[in-house]
């Protein structure tokens, strides 16, 4: 269910709250290009970003942006997801890596923090989302199981 949301090249709007819109030209594959539309309240309205890859056998996406009017240049990230058994519980472990650009203007230090931020906003919307989504499957409340990390 998290690879599901995970994956959606063409609806990071689902779990990322930041997104308010995505348009993906031509077929959804490795090498395609959307252009994500931002919420205000971010230092951009706009980014181009390409699919670099997409394993769904090893849960793995990996997406570059190659445009837009932020400052995140250079910046790629792998995502991967792992199914993890805790207390006899399944549960799903989400881990996001990522390489950027350190602007001008900018120290490394600030750099990682803001895109941290990022990342940390969107798995743990990831997991509220996911969770919802598996209590509507379910049709009951399920139990927190610590939804998804980050490790960067």
């Known amino acids: 269910m998290v690879w599901s949301l995970v994956r959606s090249f063409d609806q990071p709007q ?3 709250p930041f997104v308010s819109r995505c348009i993906v030209q031509g ?3 490795i ?4 252009q994500v ?8 309205t706009m980014s ?6 997409l394993d769904d056998e090893e849960h793995i996406l990996g997406i570059r942006i190659v445009g837009g009017d932020h400052r995140l240049k250079n910046y790629s990230s792998i995502i991967t997801v792992h199914p993890e058994i805790t207390d006899g519980r399944p549960g799903t472990i989400v881990i996001e890596s ?7 203007g900018n120290t490394n230090d600030e750099t990682c923090y803001f895109v941290k931020a990022l990342i ?3 798995l743990k919307s990831l997991a509220e989302v996911s969770e ?6 379910r049709g009951g409340p399920i139990q927190n199981r610590g939804g998804p990390t980050m490790r960067v």
Request: contains cysteine; aromatic residues 4%.
């Open 14 to 16: 689902k779990y990322k």
């Open 27 to 29: 077929d959804l594959k």
């Open 31 to 34: 090498g395609s290009l959307r």
């Open 37 to 44: 539309d931002v919420k205000s309240g971010l230092p951009a």
């Open 48 to 53: 181009t970003e390409r699919l670099e890859l």
């Open 98 to 104: 990522f390489v950027v650009d350190v602007p001008n």
């Open 120 to 122: 940390n906003c969107n």
């Open 132 to 137: 919802r989504m598996a209590i509507q499957i």
